[in-house]
């Protein structure tokens, strides 16, 4: 059966190449920083599992340390094309370009619409919890081969190319998994029953509105800190969500709930701590202000928060 | 009594990223920081750092998908994105991304979340799309436009993605939901759920689209 296992070892090679480019950016002064943290990221995906939790924490910490101490940096861009060369090829490509692009995509599309609706559900080819993602995987490896036969690109190209760009976007590839790992310390530390016990402490008595704009504030609040509104949902159900809004008050369980994440997605839209959605985009798009994107969200998160509380009140209490 | 101290970690958090340290080190100081103020001894603290690490390493994945963009990229993949665009007629990047944000939210509705992204399809064809659609509005685009106008395209997929995936029954908020109303006695099926995204996801679509249409007047009046 392929599991998540497969796709680790994938990944894990896919970061080894991340190195190799890094060696081979000779115009780059932190080419051996890049290197080892790209080598370590593929331990970490290959090994991580055999290595221990004590050793995955030192590897952690030497992570850090080398971003840290800013020993990693952006390559050169010696070992790419040039704008001039792009347009060339883009104008003798075409609009076929857009073809190897969409198969990673259509893979994971069709694939998982095949798997999930033929028996090939029930042969235990796939991991069923892990379809989508597995077909992901091999969408990479179709779209490569398809790019290779096609393009005839030297053969160290996509080596390059990916390093290219895993170096443009840099710590904050790992920034995501270190702040799951921080949710992980603030779980062990009781940071989650402590705020719950915080947001109880000043519940309003008698007003409905009042403890529903509570509980959603509490809910964007606890998001934007833990940069993920699944680690605030627990909480901030038992802390008013369930004794307050649906024991006490009589509200819909149904809308308290679903309406409630989505109150706390307002603030995963508002906070640096979501990066994988805030700082990685800022990253990839080469903007100079690493909150770019967190800023043009925020208009257009609170008239949502706003529209939310009025939907968890309406539909759940007066409907 | 409660143990409030290791409220403080939340503090450095917060002061680490706006004093703009690097965020690695700021969230390992704050871990480090967090579960010792916890009264937990400082190799316990290394050892759930670590498994949490080891346990997330998912949300990392997505990156093996660089090679094939950037490989593309070579090829000149972002200027035939630009190029599809300034060809057509009535494109605007106010109407590029409505369409991109309608796309984004069905599919997510359907449970196809990782079908679009931020590494697969904004960074190499809704953004420059929306750059070239704006060139078209606004003739040749100064930096802070430019930049503005990469981050209204990574604000839609975020808003697409968070408001349309409530919607399929089988995604793990959704059973997150579940499972936490159901420790209190609170029996609901997902689809009861997951009905109730749906008002949300409506006035996600509208208030984006409202700020994209917004977006293309100043881009026009700018232009002008």
């Known amino acids: 059966m392929i599991t998540m296992q497969w796709l680790y070892v994938l990944a894990g090679a896919i970061f080894a190449s991340f190195a190799l480019a890094s060696v081979r950016d000779a115009g780059n002064p932190k080419r051996r ?21 004590m050793v995955n924490g030192v590897l952690v910490l030497v992570v850090v340390a080398l971003a840290g101490l800013h020993l990693i940096g952006r390559g050169a861009r010696e070992t790419t094309t040039t704008v001039e060369e792009r347009e060339r090829f883009s104008a003798r490509y075409g609009n076929k370009l857009f073809l190897p692009a969409l198969i990673i995509p259509f893979t994971a599309f069709l694939g998982t619409l095949l798997f999930n609706y033929t028996p090939l559900k029930d042969s235990g080819l796939i991991e069923p919890k892990s379809v989508t993602l597995v077909l992901l995987g091999v969408g ?6 398809v790019c290779y036969l096609w393009l005839r690109p030297s053969a160290i190209s996509a080596v390059d190319e990916g390093g290219r ?11 995501p998994q270190m702040l799951a790992a921080l949710g992980a310390v603030f779980a062990a530390a009781g940071i989650g029953d402590t705020i719950g016990h915080v947001a109880g402490e000043i519940i309003p008595q008698g007003s409905i509105f009042l403890a529903v704009l509570l509980y959603a504030l509490g809910m964007v609040i606890f998001t934007m800190i833990m940069g993920n509104a699944f680690a605030a949902f627990p909480v901030m159900t038992a802390a008013i969500g369930f004794p307050i809004l649906i024991q006490q008050d009589g509200g819909r369980a149904a809308v308290i709930g679903a309406v409630g994440m989505l109150a706390g997605y307002c603030g995963t839209l508002m906070t640096p701590m979501a990066a994988n959605f805030n700082i990685v985009p800022a990253a990839l798009l080469e903007l100079r202000n690493q909150y770019g994107v967190v800023k043009v969200q925020v208009a257009t998160a609170i008239p949502l928060l706003i529209c939310n509380i009025l939907i968890l009140y309406i539909a759940g209490f007066r409907l | 009594m409660t143990n409030y ?24 100081v704050a871990a480090i920081v967090t579960g010792l103020l916890g009264h937990m001894p400082f190799l316990k603290v290394l050892g759930v750092l670590g498994h949490g690490f080891n346990e997330n390493r998912i949300v990392t ?8 963009i950037g490989l593309l990229e070579r090829y000149g993949l972002q200027q035939q994105a630009r190029a599809l665009i300034s060809r057509m007629r009535g494109a605007t990047t106010g109407r ?8 984004r939210q069905i599919f997510a509705a359907l449970g196809l979340t990782s079908v679009a992204g931020q590494a697969q399809t904004v960074r190499p064809l809704v953004a420059p799309m929306a750059l070239a659609a704006a060139e078209k509005q606004h003739g040749k685009l100064d930096e802070d436009t430019a930049e503005h106008v990469k981050a209204m395209s990574a604000a839609t997929d975020n808003v697409g993605l968070f408001y349309g995936e409530d919607i399929f029954i089988a995604i793990s908020s959704i059973l997150l939901i579940q499972g936490a109303l159901k420790a209190f006695g609170i029996e609901l099926t997902p689809f009861e759920l997951s009905v109730w995204a749906i008002p949300s996801a409506i006035c996600a679509f509208v ?18």
């Open chain 1, 33 to 53: 920083g890049n290197a080892a943290f790209w080598s370590l990221l593929a331990i970490s995906f290959w090994f991580g599992d055999v290595l221990g939790d």
């Open chain 1, 140 to 145: 990479v490896i179709v779209a490569l081969v």
């Open chain 1, 165 to 175: 760009l895993a170096n443009a976007i840099g710590w904050a590839i790992v920034l």
């Open chain 2, 5 to 28: 101290w290791p409220l403080l970690g939340i503090a450095l958090v917060v002061l680490g990223f706006a004093l703009r340290f690097n965020p690695l080190l700021v969230v390992a």
């Open chain 2, 61 to 68: 994945l997505i990156y093996i998908v660089l090679p094939v």
């Open chain 2, 96 to 103: 590029v991304l409505i369409l991109y944000l309608a796309f």
């Open chain 2, 207 to 224: 208030i984006q689209s409202m700020r994209l249409l917004l977006l293309d007047r100043q881009l026009k009046r700018r232009g002008q």
